[in-house]
């Protein structure tokens, strides 16, 4: 990598009382302020799966990029079992193209009443295995940071049977170009019988960024059988495309739940850097403590006026065994220094 991490603002960042607060993607709006686009869900619910079906985007505001970020609004709330992002947004990918702010994100529906959090069976109730299901990737558009928010009726990649994302299409990766075109890379599930396989990772492109989009290839971009990747994020630069992604098993980076780095030339063919190991879980604050975090996901790069990364953001979690064991979510802002 091209950058260092440094110490991150122990009190910055974005948390909110009550909720698990995940998934921060930011930008600079029209007032110069930063505006993070997160994920949160009330506590009632475990963590996971309560995301799957209790989820909503909203809007935090900071006057520097780290923070802390106070809530301003509900960005893209829950608006019928009847619509395909009815009960559920997540996974928010904010940018902005020509004055328009472009908001990628995961919606989910259910024709099912809310759980009862006393009786909620986690994994196996019906609302998560529904809810799981019916993951899918859109986009929604605004003239302000402010709104108002244009969402779609229909997601802009589905599902296709038969194919390594017959089952759910979800934590969309975009590049924009600046035409409108989009690369698109995302996670992807199969349907193996009657439930789904392990993650994969595709590509989808489009001439604009409200689609329509096309999947570049009928395989993964990375083989199944040698990474386990999730929440990849993806950049431009002047030789292609870089990523940085989750490591699952941690037998890319050496690092259980680490960051890989990845380069492509056309957002198809990756190659792991020769330095694969982006950010690690252990990580130190501004107080001069260190801390392993439970998790260290949905990583977020925000870039200078100099096209370089100048903040990493990311959800994280005060577990020790990933977030089955945490008591609080919240994303965290860690600045970069260039080396």
Known sequence: MKWNIQPAPKNGGFRM?????????????????????????????????????????????SDTPEGPYAFQEVVLPARGAEYWDGRSTHNPHITKHNGTYVLFYMGSTHPLPDPDPKSFQGLHDPVTIVARANKRIGVATAPS?????????APVLSTRPGCF??????????????????????????????????????????????????????????????????DPFIWRTKNGYEMIAKDMDGNICGEKYGGIHARSADGLKWDVSEEPHAYSRSIAWDDGTTTTLGNMERPFLLFGEDGEPTHLFAAVSDGTKGFSDAKNTWNMVFPLKET
């Open 145 to 153: 940071v402010f709104g108002p928010w244009t969402r779609l009726d």
């Open 17 to 61: 009382e009550g909720y698990w607060v995940w998934c921060g993607s930011v930008v600079r709006g029209e007032d110069g302020k930063y505006h993070m686009f997160a994920s949160r869900w009330p506590k009632h619910y475990p963590m996971h799966p309560g995301w799957l079906f209790a989820s909503e985007i909203v809007r935090a505001v």
């Open 165 to 230: 994302d017959s089952f759910l299409t979800s934590n969309p990766a975009p590049s924009v170009a600046e035409d409108g075109s989009v690369l698109l890379i995302y996670k992807a599930r199969k349907y193996e019988d009657n439930v789904h396989g392990q993650m994969t990772i595709g590509a989808a492109a489009a001439d604009h960024y409200l689609g329509p989009y096309r999947v570049l290839q009928e395989e993964p971009v990375f083989p199944p059988e040698r990474f386990h990747l999730e």
